[in-house]
Protein backbone atom coordinates (compact mmCIF):
# COMPACT_ATOMS: atom_id res chain seq x y z
CA UNK A 1 0.00 0.00 0.00
CA UNK A 2 2.64 2.40 0.66
CA UNK A 3 4.31 1.95 -2.59
CA UNK A 4 1.05 2.92 -4.07
CA UNK A 5 0.03 6.01 -1.79
CA UNK A 6 3.78 6.93 -2.88
CA UNK A 7 2.92 6.61 -6.57
CA UNK A 8 -0.06 8.27 -6.39
CA UNK A 9 0.90 11.11 -4.78
CA UNK A 10 4.17 11.97 -6.40
CA UNK A 11 1.63 11.87 -10.05
CA UNK A 12 -0.98 14.05 -8.27
CA UNK A 13 1.78 16.70 -7.65
CA UNK A 14 3.40 16.23 -10.88
CA UNK A 15 -0.12 17.05 -12.37
CA UNK A 16 -0.63 19.99 -9.42
CA UNK A 17 2.56 21.46 -11.37
CA UNK A 18 1.42 20.91 -14.98
CA UNK A 19 -1.72 23.05 -14.09
CA UNK A 20 0.38 25.43 -12.44
CA UNK A 21 2.77 25.44 -15.33
CA UNK A 22 0.55 25.35 -17.81
CA UNK A 23 -1.56 28.55 -16.70
CA UNK A 24 1.49 30.24 -16.22
CA UNK A 25 2.72 29.86 -19.70
CA UNK A 26 -0.39 30.87 -21.56
CA UNK A 27 0.10 34.22 -19.86
CA UNK A 28 3.54 34.49 -21.23
CA UNK A 29 2.74 34.00 -24.33
CA UNK A 30 1.50 36.43 -27.17
CA UNK A 31 0.91 33.47 -29.93
CA UNK A 32 -3.24 32.56 -30.71
CA UNK A 33 -2.08 29.21 -32.04
CA UNK A 34 0.41 29.01 -28.82
CA UNK A 35 -2.69 30.00 -26.78
CA UNK A 36 -4.75 27.17 -28.10
CA UNK A 37 -2.49 24.54 -27.60
CA UNK A 38 -1.63 25.45 -24.10
CA UNK A 39 -5.15 25.74 -23.38
CA UNK A 40 -5.93 21.96 -24.59
CA UNK A 41 -2.96 20.63 -22.37
CA UNK A 42 -4.34 22.21 -19.32
CA UNK A 43 -7.39 20.90 -19.81
CA UNK A 44 -5.91 17.86 -20.34
CA UNK A 45 -3.76 18.42 -16.78
CA UNK A 46 -6.66 19.32 -14.92
CA UNK A 47 -8.18 16.44 -16.09
CA UNK A 48 -5.23 13.77 -15.19
CA UNK A 49 -5.21 15.72 -11.75
CA UNK A 50 -9.20 15.20 -10.91
CA UNK A 51 -9.03 11.61 -11.32
CA UNK A 52 -6.07 10.87 -9.67
CA UNK A 53 -7.37 12.88 -7.10
CA UNK A 54 -10.71 10.72 -7.56
CA UNK A 55 -8.69 7.49 -7.78
CA UNK A 56 -6.83 8.66 -3.76
CA UNK A 57 -10.11 9.63 -2.37
CA UNK A 58 -11.92 6.46 -3.73
CA UNK A 59 -9.03 4.09 -2.29
CA UNK A 60 -8.25 6.05 1.05
CA UNK A 61 -4.94 7.68 0.06
CA UNK A 62 -5.99 11.29 0.12
CA UNK A 63 -8.94 12.93 2.61
CA UNK A 64 -9.93 15.83 0.62
CA UNK A 65 -13.06 16.30 2.52
CA UNK A 66 -12.10 15.71 5.81
CA UNK A 67 -9.04 17.78 7.63
CA UNK A 68 -8.46 16.05 10.69
CA UNK A 69 -8.59 12.62 9.14
CA UNK A 70 -5.88 14.07 6.35
CA UNK A 71 -3.57 15.40 8.91
CA UNK A 72 -3.76 12.24 10.87
CA UNK A 73 -2.95 10.28 7.54
CA UNK A 74 -0.36 12.56 6.94
CA UNK A 75 1.73 12.22 10.26
CA UNK A 76 1.34 8.13 10.05
CA UNK A 77 3.20 8.92 6.58
CA UNK A 78 5.60 11.16 8.03
CA UNK A 79 6.60 7.93 11.19
CA UNK A 80 6.83 5.64 8.73
CA UNK A 81 9.55 8.14 6.89
CA UNK A 82 11.19 8.91 9.92
CA UNK A 83 11.20 5.31 10.54
CA UNK A 84 12.71 3.95 7.25
CA UNK A 85 15.05 6.69 7.53
CA UNK A 86 16.32 5.43 10.91
CA UNK A 87 16.79 1.72 10.25
CA UNK A 88 19.08 2.80 7.12
Request: proline share 1%.
Amino acid sequence: MLDDLAIATDFLVTAKAAVRNLAVAITETATPQVKKLLRRELDIAIDTHDKIAQYMIKNKMYHAYDIDEQVQHDLKKADIALELAKNK
